[in-house]
């Protein structure tokens, strides 16, 4: 009978077995190691990309925002300009309406009316005199209704009575004071510089 002793080459497909399964873990660690490292790296990239970008859209952003205040800038002088502007037109508008109101009142003044007294405002101006009737002062008011004038609307009248006067005359005249209010408006187109000195020929009766 042979007999044959197994034990050393069960020893050493043990041994072989051990050592390819640490080479194993080996591997994996290794390959895992490499994994990691490649996500690290990844992370690393993508972190620096967005940082970048980040970076760019702040100064991107800074540039809008100086945009953005020269915009405001730009506008603020537009806004003073037309405000300088509209002041400009308002004082030369000023400048002309007594020469309008005193050709529009020349015109519309009619016969038997005297004016006395002319007071303006702002953009109400009173005015006083005597009129030889009531009529006569009815007239005036319609005269000077904006369907009838470029400068001058709503007239309303105040006050009129008996006017005490002192005559030395044979037969004294029975006069009527009154006084009302005509409001001054812009008109849709303003009269030329040249047009605008009273005609010469227009009636003004004052005492």
């Not at 002309?96 to 009142?105: D, F, I, R, S, Y």
């Not at 005015?127 to 470029?150: C, K, M, P, W």
Request: glycine share 6%; charged share 25%.
């Amino acid at each position: 009978m042979i007999l044959i002793n197994l034990l050393p080459h069960r020893e050493e497909n043990r041994k072989r077995r051990r050592a390819a399964f640490f080479v194993g873990i080996g591997m994996s660690a290794a390959v895992g190691a490499v994994i990691v490292g490649a996500i690290f790296l990844l992370l690393q990239y993508l972190t620096v990309e967005q940082q970048h970008r980040n970076q760019y859209l702040k100064s991107a952003i800074q540039g809008l925002e100086i945009q953005i205040k020269d915009i405001a800038n730009l506008r603020a002088e537009i806004d003073a300009l037309k405000s300088r502007q509209k002041a400009v037109e308002d004082l030369q508008t000023d400048r002309n309406t007594p020469v309008h109101l005193l050709e529009e009142l020349a015109r519309d003044v009619p016969e038997g009316v005297y004016l006395t007294t002319l007071h303006q405002n702002g953009k109400v101006v009173e005015v006083g005199g005597y009129a030889q009737s009531n009529d006569r002062v009815s007239e005036l008011l319609r005269n000077t209704s904006a369907q009838h004038n470029d400068w001058l609307e709503k007239p309303d009248l105040v006050e009129i009575k008996l006017a005490d006067l002192k005559t030395t005359g044979r037969d004294p005249q029975r006069l009527f004071a009154f006084t009302m209010r005509i409001s001054i408006k812009a008109p849709a187109g303003d009269v030329p510089a040249g047009a605008s000195a009273p005609a010469s020929g227009a009636k003004t009766n004052k005492v």
